[in-house]
T-cell receptor, first 112, second 114 residues
């Protein structure tokens, strides 16, 4: 299997711009997760979906962040407007029936 | 609440030294336990797991035993290599009454010197 695929791998954007991160989970997986990793806060769960339905978005930092999963093979995480403190590595991950989580390689976001 | 506690890093060892990274957990039910490893510039990847008490997970020379009596899942390796330098995360997954949790520890950075 191809694994969890994320794009873009690296993005540098200016403050105030909209950022869209994309994720293709492993085929057949029913859970999809978005995590954020920073030096200060470590690994944080932002939101997760089960069968394309958002289950827990309590980790989403504020209204500037939104996530969608229109179908079983695609999800987006959007930040609008972006701020420098959003600079981080954003990981998408998927799993089958709450077992092992498989991570993508991450999207490295820098907001200047 | 449910949680995972790892030893603070960084851990610095010489090549061929014995490694232990401590992990303890608090959980209301019966979690599955995991160790993930993150190499520089990469995502986390599963290293090993154990799904019930007394299970031993092992992979690439690493081992961890699910100890229910001490609520621990310590990671060990008998002889580390420079290539083992990475950040190691302990995690648990738990599903109770339709609520799902997957909790990661804060990570322990390991540096192995040649």
């Amino acid at each position: 299997d191809a694994g969890v695929i994320q794009s873009p791998r690296h993005e540098v954007t200016e403050m105030g711009q909209e950022v869209t991160l994309r994720c293709k989970p492993i085929s057949g997986h029913d859970y999809l997760f978005w995590y954020r990793q920073t030096m200060m806060r470590g690994l944080e769960l932002l939101i997760y979906f089960n069968n394309n339905v958002p289950i827990d978005d309590s980790g989403m930092p504020e209204d500037r962040f939104s996530a969608k999963m229109p179908n079983a093979s695609f999800s987006t995480l959007k930040i609008q407007p972006s701020e420098p403190r959003d600079s981080a590595v954003y990981f998408c991950a998927s799993s089958f029936s709450l077992n092992t989580i498989y991570f993508g390689e991450g999207s490295w976001l820098t907001v200047v | 609440g449910d949680s995972v506690t790892q030893m603070e890093g960084p851990v610095t060892l010489s090549e061929e030294a014995f490694l232990t990274i401590n992990c303890t957990y608090t959980a209301t039910g019966y979690p599955s336990l995991f160790w993930y490893v993150q190499y520089p510039g990469e995502g986390l990847q599963l290293l090993l797991k154990a799904t019930k008490a007394d299970d031993k997970g092992s992979n690439k020379g690493f081992e961890a035993t699910y100890r229910k009596e001490t609520t621990s899942f310590h990671l060990e390796k008998g002889s580390v290599q420079v290539s083992d330098s990475a950040v190691y995360f302990c995690a648990l997954s738990l599903s109770t009454s339709g609520t799902y949790k997957y909790i990661f520890g804060t990570g322990t950075r390991l540096k192995v010197l040649a």
